[in-house]
C-alpha cells in the first residue's frame, strides 16, 4: 500500500482532514451534506478507499457546521469556504477534483462553474431539485462547467426525478453518471434491495475511481 500521511488542520477557522498519498498525482476535495459535518461517515469511507487506489483527499466542513449549527451559512460564505480549501490546496501541485454529497457537492458545482482552476468534479446524491419539487429546479449553471462532471445517484433519491436527471444530463457534454440501485439520498439501500449500505458505498466507489482513471486524469 502507498505510504499517505493523515492531518487534521484549520483553514480559515473550519476543520479539514487530509489524507496524502504520497506518490499520487491527484487530489479529491470533498465537502459533506448538509445536516452532516466533516466525520460525514460516506466521505471517510470514500476517503478511505481513495487512499488505498493510491489517490489523496481532503474532506472539510463548512463554517455553520464547525459551530454546530442547524441553518446552512449563505451562498456567499459556502463558496468562499470552499475557495479557500482549493487555495490552501495548491501546496500539493496535484491535480484536482472537487465535489462532495448533496449540499457540498452542489456549492462545488456553483465554484466549478466560476472557475477554471480545476481539473474536474465529483457530485454524489446531488440535488438536482427540492423534494417533489421538480418544476423548481435550478441546474442551469451546469452547462457553463466545461469540466468531466461524475454524478452518483441513487435510483431512489427523491432529490433526483428521473426525467429531469436525464434532461439535465442531456445539457451537459462532459457528464458521467452513476446510478445506486434501490439507494436513497443518503445512499442507504430501501428494503428490496439486495445490497447493504458498504455495498453501495463501494459500488460508487468503485464507479468513481474508474471514471477518475479514464476521464478526469487523462
Not at 11 to 27: E, F
Amino acid at each position: 500500500m502507498e505510504k499517505s500521511s493523515a492531518i487534521s488542520v484549520k483553514i480559515d477557522g473550519v476543520t479539514a482532514l487530509a489524507s496524502i498519498v504520497g506518490s499520487s498525482d491527484s487530489l479529491f476535495l470533498y465537502a459533506p451534506g448538509s445536516s452532516s459535518n466533516v466525520h460525514d461517515p460516506f466521505g471517510a469511507f470514500l476517503s478511505q478507499f481513495l487512499t488505498l487506489q493510491g489517490i489523496s483527499s481532503i474532506r472539510f466542513q463548512f463554517p455553520y457546521q464547525e459551530a454546530d449549527k442547524r441553518s446552512p451559512d449563505s451562498a456567499k460564505v459556502l463558496k468562499e469556504t470552499w475557495r479557500s480549501i482549493i487555495r490552501w490546496s495548491r501546496q500539493y501541485q496535484l491535480k484536482t477534483i472537487i465535489g462532495g454529497r448533496s449540499l457540498g457537492g452542489k456549492v462545488a458545482s456553483y465554484v466549478a462553474s466560476e472557475d477554471e482552476e480545476i481539473d474536474a468534479l465529483a457530485l454524489f446524491a446531488y440535488p438536482f431539485h427540492a423534494p417533489g419539487r421538480p418544476a423548481l429546479a435550478q441546474n442551469e449553471h451546469l452547462t457553463h462547467i466545461n469540466l468531466p462532471i461524475f454524478f452518483c445517484t441513487g435510483t431512489r433519491d427523491n432529490f433526483a426525478n428521473a426525467d429531469l436527471v436525464t434532461k439535465t444530463l442531456s445539457s451537459l457534454t462532459q457528464a458521467s453518471f452513476h446510478s445506486l440501485e434501490n439507494a436513497d439520498h443518503g445512499f442507504s439501500p430501501g428494503k428490496a434491495a439486495t445490497e447493504t449500505k458498504e455495498q453501495l458505498w463501494s459500488q460508487g466507489a468503485i464507479a468513481f475511481v474508474k471514471w477518475l482513471e479514464s476521464y478526469a486524469l487523462n
